[in-house]
């Protein structure tokens, strides 16, 4: 199962780590990464594959969330299936 | 692939413009319910109802956390209870109407939708019995909905009926008048009733239905309103262009939630209900749509043709993204559950004379609109037969949900709260319809050629 987890917030040093040391914890792979900074302001789109993962897509958000408020970043974590049907006929 | 823009589109719609999936609604046939013994009955629908729908709100929950969409309700729908309660020896289907009320609150939804009868061409025992306990039963239960259906295209209108609703409506507003008549917000009057429709406070499970099904209805008015912005001053080509886009995308997504829902609860997709559903929260407003083709403020000259084109261009965009269409797949114009429609009472720019013209050509018609306290039962009653005269010429659905606020006049305001939001009250005619109403019969069903 492929998803996305999107982070957006203030750029400081560490995010990418923080993010791709949790994937890694729980054995999700990180397929592609799309990153941008514009005026300060940090934007990424990961897109991992959970299907070898040990843990859930609903515990992962969860997680990824919590650690992600506590550093002042906005993260979602969602089935890539969402972005799928509404962009590709 | 989709793109980095592909994905922050998508969140920026669900984010800023409040794309949500307003409710996943699971129809239950209850006709193998029925039973002589009114106790049995209610037991047996509580009973089916508890376990047909027990994983229906924690499986909502599970498709909103994992695509990261908000589904906002969970809801039930049922065969109408005059139809399901008839073989009961009872003279009241409150007890009926507790059942429903106590299945809603074990499963967890919101709403239950199906103290209903369909009287279009006149009654049974059982519709009458269910019409005489609407207003109890809305004083006295939390979360069932009623809906009754009393003019079709093809049986014309059941104008009997029509003066009964006036005082039924009115006995409600009465019985709930410490809660500004909120009992009036759970009651839906139709003509051409859809019988799939996963939308309160109309929803039943018709009878020409699956044992069990699952239907979603979208939302998005904020998505369109904010894809209009970017094509400010173009012409009327390029507006219906991107409301067929925007459509597409809102429904889509219903499409998966749907798909997703049916999958996981174990029941067949029944119909995505293509509708641009308000709330009273900010962007998130039919009438701002209508407001951003260029109209000062809803209710202007234009408006019933801005609602043609946003009505139908909803429709275009939404029917090739979905495998199934049904409900009332329209625009909504809900007064009280939309923000711009209330400012637009309030700076005087709408009335209920605009409202009803609009109702021509959108779904689904005068929409939880609250009226003077003394607004007569005859009056409410022609406002009901102008709606339902609508309907049946034009082969739409048109509804009534009219709250007469007992001690309220114009100038008050009234706050149902929630999802039902607060209106202003708005100006009835003084001019009576008494003797109309009076007659009472059967207005006959219309000839379908001719059609000036």
């Known amino acids: 199962m492929k998803t996305v987890i999107t982070i957006v ?48 897509l609903k515990d992962l958000g969860q997680l990824l969330g919590d650690k992600g408020a506590a550093m002042g970043l906005d993260i979602k974590v969602q089935h890539e299936d969402i972005f799928r049907v509404m962009h590709r006929v | 692939m989709f793109t980095m823009k592909d994905v922050n589109e998508t969140n920026r719609m669900i984010e800023e413009n409040k794309l949500d999936i307003r409710t996943i609604t699971m129809g239950i046939s209850l006709r193998d319910c029925g039973h002589p013994d009114s106790k049995i009955f209610c037991q047996n629908i509580y009973d089916k109802i508890t376990r047909t729908a027990e994983k229906l709100v924690k499986t909502g929950e599970d498709i909103e956390a994992e695509y990261g969409i908000p589904i906002i309700n969970k809801r039930i729908s049922v065969t109408p209870i005059a139809i399901a309660a008839e073989s009961c020896r009872t003279d009241s289907y409150v007890d009926a109407a507790k059942a429903l009320d106590a299945a809603a609150k074990e499963v967890g939804v919101n709403f239950i939708g199906g103290f209903s009868a369909l009287v279009q061409k006149g009654y049974t025992n059982g519709d009458r019995t269910l019409i005489r306990s609407i207003p109890e039963a809305l004083d006295i239960t939390e979360r069932v909905c009623s809906s ?6 093809k ?31 759970k009651l839906v009057v139709f003509a051409n009733v859809p019988e799939d429709n996963p939308f309160m406070a109309g929803a ?16 998005g008015p904020g998505v369109v309103k904010r894809a209009l912005e970017d094509v400010k001053g173009r012409d009327f080509s390029a507006v219906a262009e991107t409301i067929k886009r925007t ?27 293509l ?5 009273p929260a900010v962007g998130d407003s039919v009438a701002h749509i209508l407001e951003e083709m260029g109209l000062e403020s809803c209710g202007a000259p234009g408006t019933t043709a801005a609602l043609a084109l946003l009505n139908d261009a909803v429709k275009k965009g939404g029917l090739m993204a979905s495998s199934h269409v049904g409900g009332l797949s ?26 009803e013209a609009m109702t021509c050509v959108c779904s689904v018609g005068l929409d939880m609109i609250a009226v003077p306290g003394d607004t007569s039962a005859a009056t409410i009653s022609a406002i009901i037969a102008d709606e339902a005269a609508i309907g049946m010429i034009n082969n739409k659905t048109t509804a009534v949900r009219i709250i007469p606020v007992p001690g309220k006049k114009v100038g008050d305001t009234v706050e149902f709260g929630g999802l039902l939001g607060y209106s202003p009250i708005l100006a009835v005619s003084k001019f009576k319809s008494d003797d109309f109403i009076a007659r009472g019969g059967r207005i006959p069903a219309p000839v379908r050629s001719l059609t000036n």
């Open chain 1, 9 to 56: 917030g203030q750029d400081r040093v560490g995010i990418i780590a923080m993010v791709s040391n949790i994937l890694a914890e729980n054995n999700v792979n990180i397929l592609n990464i799309n990153q941008n900074i514009l005026e300060g302001f940090f934007n990424m789109v990961m897109l991992v594959d959970m299907s070898q993962a040990i843990i859930s």
């Open chain 2, 148 to 153: 009754v259906n009393l003019g079709s295209t």
């Open chain 2, 155 to 185: 049986a014309g209108i059941n104008m009997d009926c029509v003066r009964e609703m006036g005082e039924i409506i009115k006995l409600t507003a009465e019985r709930t008048k410490d809660r500004d008549a909120l009992g009036c917000a």
């Open chain 2, 204 to 219: 039943f499970h018709g009878v020409g239905e699956p044992e069990v099904t699952i239907h979603v209805g979208v939302s």
């Open chain 2, 247 to 273: 459509a597409f995308k809102i429904t889509r997504v219903g499409q998966l939630v749907a798909q997703e829902a049916s999958r996981r609860l174990g029941y067949p997709f029944g119909i995505i209900d």
């Open chain 2, 275 to 279: 509708s641009l559903a308000p709330t």
């Open chain 2, 330 to 355: 329209g625009a909504f114009i809900p007064v009280s559950e939309d923000a711009g429609m209330i400012a637009a009472i309030e700076c005087g720019s709408l009335s209920l004379e605009k409202l």
